[in-house]
């Protein structure tokens, strides 16, 4: 089947209503044109560390393979050639757990409120992206995130924030995240927020025995689109369980809005200077070849 953009979000609200069962405690929520967020469902139970979704996620992005891989001894972390890592865990009842990590796109991203020039931005669909254009390379992202993804290419000239932006680049062509098309175990599973809830506590109530009872995401940060399940307590997967329930950026509003509006400017006149040495420094660059 062949959807355009159009009908693709309308086929995926329409199958989350319909998939929907039981009421969810916490709905999707939709923006004002009525559009519900998008997100995945990572189930932790389902994971044999394969890293079929690194491999995906490097192919998407047109960057390097992975070198390295999953191992119980050195966790690996995001960098700017990784946009997402898979990690090994020995677990405390003896058997082994496995979980994926990226960026978890949060519904209130404190990325996007620390950046002062929006290029870490909250599209209505849900994937957080970054856009260069935008980016004046002050990092504030990366200090804000309270799940420590942003990472920037620091051996670059012109440095990149570099993290997962769950495909979104080829959403206009109907194609779901590389990660969640590739992995051959179903541990990824695409859908609205909402479904992805309902699937989640699905699959919960049915396997009682097989999760533990927390769905990583639904609450915390304010929630994300990025929702984990999995046989044991999430800090055990190398989870930060410590995140608050509240968004971050409602801590921020009362400091926001107590800069004076001419300082609003500031952000605009800095993204400008950063351009101007940009172009400085490539034509500086040039000179010397
Ligand atoms: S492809 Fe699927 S099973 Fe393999 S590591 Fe990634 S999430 Fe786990
Ligand atoms: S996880 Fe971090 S980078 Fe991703 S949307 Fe949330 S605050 Fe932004």
Redesign the pocket.
């Known amino acids: 089947m062949s959807l355009n953009r159009r009908t693709f979000f309308k086929f995926w609200g329409v199958a989350g209503a319909a998939l929907a069962f039981g009421k969810s405690l916490e709905a999707a929520p939709a923006s004002d044109d009525g559009v519900e967020l998008m997100g995945v469902l990572y189930d932790a139970s389902r994971c044999v560390g394969c890293q079929t979704c690194e491999f995906a996620c490097a192919d998407s992005h047109n960057m390097e393979f992975p070198e390295d891989g999953p191992s119980t001894d050195i966790k690996r972390s995001l960098d700017p050639t990784k946009r997402t890592v898979v990690n090994w865990y020995n677990l405390p009842d003896g058997s082994e757990g496995y979980s994926k990590k990226q960026?978890?796109?949060?519904n209130e991203?404190?990325?996007?409120t620390a950046c002062l020039t929006q290029a870490?931005y909250?599209t209505k669909e849900g994937p957080?992206v970054w856009r260069e254009d935008k980016c004046m390379g002050c990092r504030f992202?990366m200090i804000?995130?309270?799940?420590e993804?942003?990472k920037a290419e620091y051996d670059n000239n012109n440095p990149r924030i570099v993290?997962c932006n769950m495909c979104y680049h080829k959403w206009a062509d109907s194609e779901r995240p590389a990660c969640v098309n590739d992995c051959p175990y179903d541990a990824l599973m695409f859908g609205t927020r909402r479904e992805l809830l309902d699937e989640a506590r699905k699959r919960m109530l049915e396997n009682p025995d097989t999760y533990h009872p927390h769905i990583y995401g639904e609450k915390e940060?304010g929630g994300?689109s990025w929702l984990v399940i999995s046989p044991v307590p999430v800090e055990q997967i190398g989870f930060n369980n410590k995140i608050q329930l509240k968004s971050?950026p409602t801590l921020t509003k009362g400091f926001v809005s107590s800069i004076a509006p001419v300082d609003l400017l500031l952000p605009a006149f800095l993204l400008g200077l950063y351009e101007a040495t940009k172009v400085r420094t490539q034509n500086t660059e040039e000179e010397e070849l």
């Open positions: 960026c978890m796109h949060c991203p404190a990325c996007f870490l909250k957080v992202c804000s995130c309270p799940f993804i942003p993290k940060a994300t971050y």
